[in-house]
């Protein structure tokens, strides 16, 4: 599995735009970006995926870099119900059904 | 709501002893895995089934096992218990072989061994 790295945690003012980094600088060719959160006592949540072309939802932005070494997931306009652990994950073999959690992000919104 | 259930909720144990945890999977589902998240930790992968085979499995001894029902929902049966053991044990389901897809996380059972 491709190995991301992200920070720790990140602070965002409340409706103001999120953006969540992550590197995975080993990425191969066929790998998916995925993006999952988890707000505090509930299971993950996906939020949106991507190749190599940026991508878009309800939820959220997803900003893939050229060299596909980094995304940005960006939440738009953050709201206090957005504080969560945000997961960046490349599964294995571009596979959607093993995930390999690492730490995450704690992003925490305040008013 | 994903509608993916768990069950119990919370569970407490000793050490030693065994335990099964149900998962509901959402309708039209073929595929469930599980997961083990400790506390302050992110989700470590268990195990998958698919069609009520296992379909790969994380770096768990085997004293961890389960089974998926031909309904696809699924149980995961520890055996003698260990103090680390103790987590919140998520199943997610989804549905395999069309392409991409998210998988479905239940709302977890936690699972404490005293």
């Not at chain 1, 870099?65 to 939440?75: A, H, P, V, W």
């Not at chain 2, 998926?68 to 103090?83: D, G, H, I, K």
Request: with cysteine; aromatic share 10%; net charge neutral.
């Amino acid at each position: 599995d491709a190995k991301t790295t992200q920070p720790t945690s990140m602070d965002c003012a409340e409706g103001r735009a999120a953006n969540l980094p992550c590197n995975h600088s080993t990425i191969s060719g066929n790998e998916y970006v995925y993006w999952y959160r988890q707000i505090h006592s509930q299971g993950p949540q996906y939020i949106i995926h991507g190749l190599k072309n940026n991508e878009t939802n309800e939820m959220a932005s997803l900003i893939i870099t050229e060299d596909r070494k980094s995304s940005t997931l960006i939440l738009p306009h953050a709201t206090l119900r957005d504080t969560a652990v945000y997961y960046c994950i490349t599964p294995y073999g571009g596979a959607t059904n093993k995930l390999i959690f690492g730490t995450g992000t704690l992003l925490a919104v305040q008013p | 709501e994903t509608g993916v259930t768990q069950s119990p909720t919370h569970l407490i144990k000793t050490r030693g002893q065994q335990v099964t945890l149900r998962c509901s999977s959402q309708s039209g589902h073929n595929t469930v895995s599980w997961y083990q998240q400790a506390l302050g930790q992110g989700p470590q992968f268990i195990f998958q089934y698919y069609r009520e085979e296992e379909n790969g499995r994380g770096n768990f001894p085997p004293r961890f096992s389960g089974l998926q029902f031909p309904n696809y929902s699924s149980e995961l049966n520890v055996n003698a218990l260990e103090l680390d053991d103790s987590a919140l044990y998520l199943c997610a389901s989804s549905l395999k072989g069309k392409g991409h897809n998210e998988q479905f996380f239940g709302p977890g059972t936690r699972l404490t061994v005293l």
